[in-house]
């Protein structure tokens, strides 16, 4: 079957310092993927995709996530956290062929100032 | 200008009781989507709909029926309300050719 795992569930990090949450997804051959943010009471809101082309893709508020094939993975990252930044973190992947995303569980990021 | 709008926001209601979700989308979006958001925050495909049609239609009990009466909006219609209904219930729609997708805002049910 399909899945998306996100290997942390609670990340608790100091203002300033680099994340990178982990996402790697079942084989399923090509696919499209995505990272959303969901900040407290709101909806989600894409952050970046990738589709093809160069692995390294760059999203909003200073977000990139590489894609790397060989280990189906594709983990988001940011040099420098910032308190606004707390908020739960989806991986998701749309398999070809099937008109839906399958999501990972989330990662709960805690941004202390 | 919202882009997916639902309503209601939250809704509140007793076992046994039949309720509806509104989905609106003003994007010109040929696909939408609904999608269940348990307590644990986990994000699950229900059903999706392209140009009226039905698409998509995951293991669902059938007391949970989608309605697309045009191409921007997609409702669902919940009947004989459990508990283990409650949770966040998110649209989404996504243009032709495209697989991202805009999410709404959510509507929180919550079955007493």
């Known amino acids: 079957a399909q899945s998306v795992s996100q290997h942390n569930h609670h990340v608790i990090l100091s203002e300033a310092a680099s994340l990178e949450l982990g996402c790697n997804y079942s084989y399923g051959g090509t696919v499209n993927l995505f990272w959303y943010v969901q900040y407290p009471g709101q909806h989600l809101q894409l952050l970046l995709k990738?589709?093809?082309?160069?692995?390294l893709v760059k999203g909003i508020k200073g977000f990139e996530a590489e894609f790397i094939k060989s280990k189906f993975s594709f983990n988001l990252r940011k040099p420098s956290v910032q308190w606004s930044d707390t908020a739960e973190y989806f991986c998701?992947?749309?398999?070809?062929?099937?008109?839906?995303?399958?999501f990972g569980s989330g990662t709960r990021l805690q941004v202390q100032p | 200008d919202t882009a997916v709008s639902q309503t209601p926001k939250y809704l509140v209601t007793q076992m046994g009781n039949d309720k509806s979700i509104k989905c609106e989308q003003n994007?010109?979006?040929?696909?939408m989507y609904w999608y269940k958001q348990d307590s644990k925050k986990f994000l699950k495909i229900m059903f999706s709909?392209?140009?009226?049609?039905?698409?998509i239609n995951e293991t669902v009990p059938n007391r949970f029926s989608p309605k697309s009466p045009d191409k921007a909006h997609l409702n669902l219609h919940i009947n004989s309300l459990e508990l283990g209904d409650s949770a966040v219930y998110f649209c989404a729609s996504s243009p032709a050719g495209s697989d991202t997708q805009y999410f709404g805002p959510g509507t929180r049910l919550t079955v007493l």
């Open positions: 709909y392209n140009n009226k049609e039905l698409i």
């Open positions: 998701a992947v749309n398999y070809m062929g099937r008109r839906a995303l399958t």
């Open positions: 994007l010109g979006h040929d696909t």
């Open positions: 990738y589709f093809s082309g160069d692995p």
